[in-house]
């Protein structure tokens, strides 16, 4: 999971189905149907270890009890860990002070010095890993959402699933020009020190279930001719094209009917989201909590 700390919210309402126009703007567990095939369920997550989240709602935890399968993006297991962490680091003979400059680089090290990264690992990392590690909050990735509802999935002996690679995931970023990186990285230096208020801000849109409010979040935090036009090519890379691909990796679970999807929560939203392919592929979709 390497889009960081996205989710989803909304005011209560249960049992509302939308139309082939609606926008998907609230929710946060939806069910999916077609005729002849046993309902199944789209859950937005967050990756966030805090207890807030982790500590399922009864409309999502009994949905997800029920499920035969359970799917999410990415396997977490020791082999994927290993090939992102080869694919983070300049194998090269370059490195981050030399490709992003000494003024740059040198706004980084006391950043990556306070998270406890010593000075010559941080001269190795690509400039996209860096973003990630000054974006992400620490914690303990093991109790994050989507790895809890996995454990959770395996002590049920549930049929595992997954919709995307670690290839496919880094590629995203990989895709970037470099300039796109560097441009990241910079963001990323200059308003780190927001980056607790601005997780505090989308958690508690999470628990609203407001994929609109989290949507105008991110907006906020990159305003500018230049980093307008960055977001747009991130939001193409991270969730736009992404939600193409799950969406075609979802139909084998979803025919076999009764199964538990979990993707970061604004792959749901808007017109190019997840809820609204499903519509356009026939699927009834119902917004369930």
């Known amino acids: 999971m390497l889009v960081a700390c996205m989710l989803v919210f909304a005011q209560f309402a249960t049992g509302v189905a939308y139309a082939a126009d609606g926008a998907f703007e ?38 997800f009890n029920a499920a035969k399968s359970f799917t999410m993006e990415v396997a977490t297991d020791q082999t ?61 990735m093991e109790d994050v959402l989507d790895f809890t509802l996995q454990r959770m999935a395996v002590e049920q002996d549930k ?15 990989e895709g970037m020009s470099e300039s796109e990186q560097l441009a990241l990285l910079r963001h990323a230096v200059e308003t780190h020190h927001e980056i607790q208020s601005e997780t505090e ?27 307008k036009a960055l977001k747009q090519v991130f939001d193409r890379r991270l969730l736009f094209d992404r939600n193409t691909r799950m969406a075609g990796r979802m139909r084998p679970q979803l025919a076999a009917g009764n199964a538990f999807i979990a993707v970061g929560a604004l792959h749901l939203y808007g017109e190019k989201g997840l809820l609204r392919l499903l519509v356009r592929e026939g699927y009834v979709v119902t917004r369930v909590y």
């Open 26 to 63: 609230q929710g946060l567990l939806w069910r999916i149907e077609k005729a002849g095939v046993t309902p199944s369920h789209l859950f937005g997550t967050v990756h966030l270890a805090d207890k807030r989240v982790t500590t399922l709602p009864d409309e999502v935890r009994i949905r």
């Open 80 to 140: 994927n860990i290993a090939a992102l962490a080869a694919r983070m680091f300049y194998t090269d003979g370059r490195d981050l002070e030399r490709v992003a400059g000494a003024e740059l680089y040198g706004r980084v090290l006391p950043l990556t010095a306070g998270l406890g990264v010593p000075r010559e690992m941080v001269r190795l990392f690509r400039p996209w890993a860096l973003v990630l590690l000054l974006q992400m909050p620490q914690q303990k």
């Open 159 to 173: 049929l595992l699933q997954y919709l995307e690679s670690v290839d496919e995931q880094v590629a995203a970023f």
């Open 201 to 227: 801000k989308l958690l508690q849109a999470y628990l609203r279930r407001d994929l609109a409010e989290m949507w105008r979040i991110g907006e906020a935090g990159m305003t500018g001719p230049d980093l």
